[in-house]
């Protein structure tokens, strides 16, 4: 019973490929989000969604856009893909409950190579 | 702005021995405050929070993190360090009202025999 699962675990691609980064999770959360962590272990967040309705956009390239077709899903798509998007990127989801709202559980990243 | 520092990049420690990981914030409203862990190739999972409760706050494996607001800081500790505990380790500060969680930049923890 994964809580939080992103497909595919491993993306190695060609510079000027788009390729998409699925993220689903059976908590019934109502937010959803995408972290970056580089390699220096750096994580920051990208993109929040509450209820399908995006919320936090961070300082992010336009070639990045989120999609999310529910509440229980939160897809990434890159466009033309370049040398410095290879990280590992983690989808997150939390429920915005008093006292619980900010604890946000991780799914087990994807590491995108790109060459 | 809010933001996290973590003041060691690595801590080395012997098995059986205690564990402290240093964690100092800044934040201009009450912070919500977080400990996660990461261990190789993996996701990063919740060790303990503080939202504005008790101020000694005990997570899961045996860690403990306290929060004391007159020297703004949140440190991590464990009495006795188990070999399964050698991980990245992550204090981060939620950003009031938009759910956005600012990372420290990690600290290596690694526990010899």
């Known amino acids: 019973d994964t809580a939080v699962s992103q497909t595919p675990k491993y993306l190695v691609t060609q510079m000027g490929n788009d390729k998409s980064i699925k993220c689903e999770q059976n908590l019934g959360h109502d937010t959803m989000y995408w972290y970056k962590q580089d390699s220096k272990k750096f994580l920051k967040i990208m993109f929040s969604?509450?209820?399908?309705?995006?919320?936090i956009n961070e300082t992010v390239p336009n070639r990045f856009s989120p999609k999310s077709p529910d509440k229980a899903h939160l897809n990434l798509h890159i466009n033309s893909l370049e040398l410095g998007d290879s990280a590992v990127y983690f989808c997150?989801?939390?429920?915005?409950?008093?006292?619980?709202?900010?604890?946000?559980?991780f799914g087990p990243g994807t590491r995108l190579t790109v060459t | 702005a809010q933001s996290v520092t973590q003041l060691d990049s690595h801590v080395s420690v012997s098995e059986g021995t205690p564990v402290l990981l240093r964690c100092n914030y800044s934040?201009?409203?009450?912070?919500?405050l977080f400990w996660y862990v990461q261990h190789p190739n993996k996701g990063l999972q919740l060790l303990l929070k503080y939202t504005s409760a008790a101020t000694l706050v005990k997570g899961i494996n045996g860690f403990e993190a306290e929060f004391k607001k007159s020297e703004t800081s949140f440190h991590l500790t464990k009495p006795s360090a188990h070999m399964s505990d050698a991980a990245e380790y992550f204090c981060v500060v939620s950003e009031s009202g938009y759910n956005k969680l600012i990372f420290g930049a990690g600290t290596r923890l690694a526990v010899h025999p």
């Open positions: 997150a989801s939390s429920q915005a409950r008093e006292g619980r709202r900010f604890e946000q559980y």
């Open positions: 969604y509450n209820n399908k309705e995006l919320i």
């Open positions: 934040s201009s409203y009450s912070p919500s």
